[in-house]
């Protein structure tokens, strides 16, 4: 069954290139005759804006975009918000820890930032890497905060299949050991969204291409498990007439701005299908 989804953050306004990979998931989950999903990835705290998920249904329900799947309409995957499965996730990063697909990382923030300039190894220098196993144990029992990172190959390449773009390879010393689980308990972005993708049964992921170069992170998650990965199909992004990828900062960005300006919604969703491809 093609199970694509929709997982938006709930920071504010629908944004127009949000809107496109959500109408672009929907037809394709509707010409496939699959389901169409959505998530809504609460687990950036910091930039949670409150109402903002009404805001997403809200948007979604104007155009026509009903999901079969989600947080007010369940399912058999849920919960189908992220911060109600925030359980779920430290299992799956403790087992790889357990086999040593993992580590836990007792730097502190003001280590972390004098070293982020560096460079090498996407930012962070592995200091934590391969403490003693007496080391990790002393600082777990103290209470010591920590978080766990991925244990990246330090030596050759990782390559994915894109839908639009075709093979993508990635140097491996550019990937950082990105953080999984945050010293909060929350799972980082990348590693929610690939355990509640497996979990979920997601068969395909449509998405903006600024997140081509975080793909090869995905995929080591998924390897090291030994999951199915999905389908990817990064989309051009829209810019504005500067050629700068289209923000807040470019004004009337959102549905929502659109429509102030008195277009209807049904222009709106015209033109969003058109950017990117034409018939």
């Known amino acids: 069954e093609v199970r694509p989804r929709f997982a938006p953050s709930p920071t504010g306004y629908m944004h127009l290139g949000n809107l496109r990979s959500a109408l672009y998931t929907f037809l394709f989950a509707r010409h496939n005759g699959g389901k169409f999903i959505l998530r809504i990835e609460d687990t950036d705290q910091a930039r949670y804006v409150e109402g903002a998920t009404d805001v997403i249904y809200r948007t979604l329900r104007d155009i026509g975009m009903d999901w079969d799947e989600g947080p007010d309409v369940g399912g058999g995957y849920g919960p189908y918000i992220q911060s109600e499965r925030k359980d779920m996730y430290l299992p799956y990063a403790e087992q790889l820890v357990r086999e040593g697909k993992a580590y836990y990382c007792f730097c502190t923030k003001e280590r972390l930032e004098s070293i982020h300039q560096d460079g090498e190894f996407g930012g962070y ?3 934590c890497r391969d ?3 007496e080391e990790i144990r002393k600082n777990l029992d103290a209470g ?6 991925q244990r990246v190959p330090l030596e050759g390449s990782t390559s994915f299949e894109d839908a639009v773009y075709g093979t993508i390879t990635i140097e491996n010393k550019e990937i950082e050991d990105q953080v999984l689980l945050k010293s909060d308990g929350y799972p980082t972005y990348n590693f929610a969204n690939v355990v509640d993708d497996h979990l979920m049964g997601i068969t395909h992921v449509v998405r903006g291409n600024e997140y081509l170069s975080s793909s090869p992170k995905y995929n080591r998650i998924y390897e090291a498990f030994g999951w199915e990965i999905p389908t990817y199909v990064h989309c051009p992004l829209i810019t504005d007439e500067t050629h700068a990828k289209l923000s807040k900062r470019s004004g009337h960005s959102s549905y929502e701005d659109l429509l102030d300006q008195g277009f209807v919604s049904e222009a709106i969703v015209n033109y969003v299908a058109l ?5």
């Open 125 to 127: 220098d592995r200091h």
């Open 131 to 133: 403490l003693p196993a």
């Open 144 to 149: 010591m905060p920590y978080v766990i990172r």
């Open 275 to 279: 950017l990117g491809w034409s018939p």
